[in-house]
């Protein structure tokens, strides 16, 4: 007989794929569970697309992706779609938890382009991405977050989302940025002091030698209307923060500032369909 008592227990998705570079060959690829790998056909610099084939997640599951770079090597990762956190069956039940680790060895670049995360209500999702990167190597890191969808009516009132951002040169943390929205914050007012009316929102960092030098172009492109912007620069670094009121306009200033951030190279082929 069915024990109301009892919790139910839900089938839980775990996957990890990881893809290595060495140069401009393929030198390691491997795939389990839910997460897979996929190598486009492109000219030029490599594109890895990651994908949850669970379709989102939910508490209890994890999601692991990896990119290594070594010598030499350039690349570009991302996402095949948007990826969605949805409702946990209990508001104090296991996060999902999805770790992104990269690589970049001695003169390698990446860039870590991911489309968006949408945060469902009641989500819970802790999440850390780090990127290492050898002396002389540089990336561009985005990470962009929606709460919701507007166009469906959502709003997001309970959610626990635990962000770690980091990259690390030789070893030494030159960025290092911790978020968390939970529902204590929302309730005591922090989303209207930090967020406003946005319910989209985003960061892009590049990180090299001179990448100062980029916030003069990075600022000319944040031209959207409808998405509040700011770049900075400062040593080795150039960060832009990005609101918006809805994902699609800070979709579009986001691909407005990829061509800028990157010299006018083309987004992945999945940001263009």
């Given at each position: 007989m069915f024990d109301s008592a009892r919790p139910p227990r839900f089938q839980r998705s775990h996957g990890q794929a990881s893809v290595a570079f060495a140069?401009?060959?393929?030198?390691?690829l491997a795939q389990r569970g839910s997460a897979k790998a996929l190598l486009p056909h492109v000219r030029?610099?490599?594109?890895?697309?990651?994908?949850?084939?669970?379709g989102g997640l939910t508490a209890g599951d994890t999601l692991h992706y990896g990119l290594d770079l070594s010598g030499g090597a350039r690349g570009v990762a991302t996402t095949q779609a948007a990826e969605r956190a949805y409702r946990a069956y209990r508001a104090e039940g296991e996060a999902?938890?999805?770790?992104?680790?990269?690589?970049?060895?001695q003169g390698?670049?990446?860039?870590?382009?991911?489309?968006?995360?949408?945060?469902?209500?009641?989500?819970?999702?802790?999440?850390?991405?780090t990127v290492d990167l050898a002396e002389d190597a540089g990336c561009l890191l985005?990470?962009?977050?929606?709460?919701g969808r507007a166009a469906m009516g959502e709003t997001v009132q309970e959610l626990h989302f635990s962000d770690m951002r980091r990259i690390n040169r030789a070893g030494k943390p030159v960025f290092l940025e911790p978020l968390l929205l939970n529902s204590n914050i929302i309730a005591k007012g922090a989303r209207g002091a930090l967020l406003g009316p946005a319910r989209a929102f985003a960061t892009?960092?590049?990180?090299?030698?001179g990448a100062e030098d980029a916030?003069?172009?990075a600022r000319a492109a944040l031209t959207v209307p409808g998405v509040q912007a700011a770049a900075s620069g400062f040593d080795?670094?150039?960060?832009?923060?990005?609101?918006?009121?809805?994902?699609w306009p800070l979709r579009k200033q986001i691909l407005q500032l990829m061509g800028a951030l990157r010299r006018g190279a083309p987004p992945p082929r999945v940001w263009q369909t």
């Open positions: 140069g401009a060959r393929l030198t390691g030029g610099v490599p594109e890895v697309v990651f994908l949850n084939t669970s999902a938890r999805v770790t992104v680790a990269h690589r970049v060895g390698g670049w990446l860039d870590w382009l991911p489309q968006e995360t949408i945060l469902f209500d009641r989500a819970r999702l802790h999440r850390e991405t985005l990470e962009a977050v929606v709460l892009l960092v590049l990180c090299a030698r916030v003069g172009p080795g670094k150039c960060v832009v923060r990005l609101l918006a009121e809805d994902g």
